[in-house]
């Protein structure tokens, strides 16, 4: 006999890509771990791409930080597989490099290049792009039933999703080869002698920071030329992936007021760029159990210590206020996105969520989610 799946199991049933998206510590990484688990169960060949996750989650599924994508290894009676990348910035900036280089020697010299150093390790953004350069390279090469995306905290995930090509715009409008073209020229003199005659025109002023800073900034443009039209080859193939009508989102959010503002703005955008939203989940509710003795307090309250009263007022409010922030998520979430979008609720667990176990705990309870409105019904 075949259960009937739940509505986490239909969304992931369906998907070949499952992009998750939130704002910052809602619960990303650990919803797209516990979708990964759930479908490897469901018998899926899944692969998993998770950005900056907490190490100690890393170290639960016997992951290192880093680009490479590793299998890991599941319960023996999950019938699927799952292989997952813990991406860090620098990691996949790098594996770009060593990809799109014209040869090692020029890899070796962007690696070394200071501005490069800098950029690849300290430069808010492309780790949503480099993200989606992975994806692009899990989905040409992979063979995945599935992959879920994570994306990183705070991010303009969407920004990116949107114009994944962003740096083909700068080649398309001219302005790399405007900056590059010069020194290419100089290059071909031989670099040396048109920066050495620059510093005479000027004076010598060629030791001081500013045109040593403009040196290496040339440097790095011309060395990084190929690898820019490797991106922009990437971006457009990802672009086309993600329209695909197999890819879908995943939004979670927490009934915090900042987490549910974003969540309202990222729905806006999902609308704005035709991307299907096909759950919503909010996490980290106050416990159910609880939920229910502060659902009964009014009329027990003449039976409760003093010293607690105020506790439960407190929680009671905070449930309120929990209840009607979902009730306004819901409601837009079903006029943008369709009557279909349910609201699954997740509690917030009294133990950190950094074993498998605790994952597996997390991914069980995501497939029993109630719906928002259940709980109010519950005795
Ligand atoms: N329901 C929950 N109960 C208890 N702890 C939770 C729950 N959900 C997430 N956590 C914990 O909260 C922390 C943040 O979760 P997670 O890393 O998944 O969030 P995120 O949205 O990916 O954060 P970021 O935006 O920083 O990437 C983790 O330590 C995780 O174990
Ligand atoms: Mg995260």
Known sequence: MTQKLSAIEEVLMKSKVIVTVGSGGVGKTTSSVAMAL???????????LSIDPAKRLADALGMKLGSELRRIKLKPEIKGTLDAAMLDQKAVFDEMVTRFAPNKGIAEKIFQNSIYIEVSSNLGGPLEYMALAKLESM????????????????????DFLARPNILAGFIETGVMSWMIKPFHLAQKLGAGAIFKAGGKIMGGISSITGMKMLKMLAEFLVLMEEVIIGFNRVGREVSQALKADTTG???????????VRSAHHLLKELKANNYPLLALIMNRNLPFALQKSIARYPAVAGAVEPALKPGFEILANR??????????????????????????????QGQMIHS???????????????????????A
């Open 249 to 259: 989102f995943v939004l979670v959010t927490a009934p915090y007021n900042n987490a």
């Open 319 to 348: 449930q309120r206020y929990a209840a009607s922030l979902a009730e306004q998520l819901v409601s837009e979430a079903r006029q943008s996105a369709g009557k279909d979008v349910h609201l699954l609720l997740l509690e917030e």
């Open 139 to 158: 989905l040409r090469t992979g063979g995945y039933d599935l992959i879920v995306l994570d994306t990183p905290p705070d991010s303009h995930a969407l």
């Open 38 to 48: 759930i479908a490897a169960r469901l018998g899926k060949k899944v692969g998993l």
């Open 356 to 378: 498998e176990e605790t994952l597996w705990t997390f991914a069980d309870a995501l497939c029993s989610a109630r719906t928002y409105g259940d709980q109010t019904t519950e």
